[in-house]
């Protein structure tokens, strides 16, 4: 079951892709669910989830922790923390180097652990991205560890607010090996309304059940940094994580983390050199202003547009449509962290460029963005 070489290993890269100055998002989840796991009798459970999100500019840093305390007066404990360096390759493609810590326990009769390293390509652009991803490591319980592997397929379409999404997973733990595809919709903004849905069903199940399995989950805003979720469904076991299937439904309140000052400034860069005439775009960044809940307005100005959108780090580099207000503004309003932010706009769906009023920069495919710095 232990294996410390391999695990130290992975801890080195997993804290070592913590950005220094990064996008940071955290919070936690309270809330209230009724669980039924595949062959147990289901309960009530309440549940805190805290997690934690910092994004760089070629590293990734996540982690996350779930308790329930069950009616029964049972207990469960989860919890990861992965760590991804991001190597650009070409002008679209990137090369990705990981690793994940993470382990559960059911009381004192059930014990998992795991340590994977990962490694892959993606394909990104402004409106769609894919990946392929190997994962390898261990799957430990209190009998014994085993070698668990994992290949990751998929890709991703955005328009607008809406992204679908279409991936398949072959898995193989110790002599154990299974298949899953899935489909998933998610509707909505950073920061405002969110709904998502998946789809899957799973091929080679060592308890011989196909699925299918699915999942709705609904993020609804009530203050600038409160959030209700819902959701509920049923998911399959996974021999990597430790999870077993389970049907749920569960009722939270999402708390963001204040970080930061209470009073924001933002700084609108000015103009370096200028950058070639493909690079830009005909609309300017006329002005920035956000709350104390980190709720930033956007302002630009885009002449006789007929639409208006904007992708960027802070939006995951979705497609965000800006909304026409007056005198050829176009606003939007979302959630940003401090710190310094790159994003791009699109006109007339057009191609996507540099917003007079902002300061360009080389981004890590050889393009070029625009940056603004919420303080």
Known sequence: MRTPKLRAALLGVVLCAGPAAAQTTAGVDAGASYVEYDGFLGAAAFSLS??????????????????????????????????????????????????????????????????????????????????????????????????????????????????????????????????????????????????????????????????????????????GATSFVLAGGRYPSDLVRGDVGAKYVTAAVRIMAPFGHHERSVSVGLREPPIPEAAAVSATLDDVHCDAARMCTLVLRAGDASSVELTGDFTEWRAVPLRHAASGRWEVTLRIAPGRHRFNVRVNGGGWGVPAGTTPVRDDFQGWVGTLVVE
């Open 50 to 223: 805290p997690f934690l999100r910092a994004v760089g500019r070629r590293t990734v840093l996540a982690a996350s922790a779930s308790w329930l305390t069950f009616e029964t007066g049972n207990m469960s404990l989860q919890g990861s923390l992965e760590g991804t360096y991001v190597l650009p390759l070409t002008s679209h493609l990137t090369a990705q180097f990981g690793g994940e810590l993470g382990g559960s326990r059911y009381e004192s009769f059930a014990r998992l652990a795991r340590a994977l390293g990962r490694v892959g390509i993606r394909s990104r652009a402004a409106s769609d991205d894919g990946w392929l991803l190997a994962t390898v490591g261990d799957a430990a319980t209190d009998s014994g560890a085993r070698l668990a592997r994992r290949l990751d397929a998929g890709y991703r379409l955005r328009g607008g607010p809406i992204a679908v999404s279409l991936s398949a997973t072959g898995t193989a733990v110790g002599d154990t090996t299974y298949a899953d595809i899935a489909a998933s919709v998610a509707y909505g903004r950073v920061g405002a309304f969110r709904a998502e849905a998946s789809l899957s069903a799973r091929a080679g199940d060592p308890g011989g059940n196909a699925g299918p399995y699915g999942e709705v989950a609904l993020t609804i805003p009530v203050s």
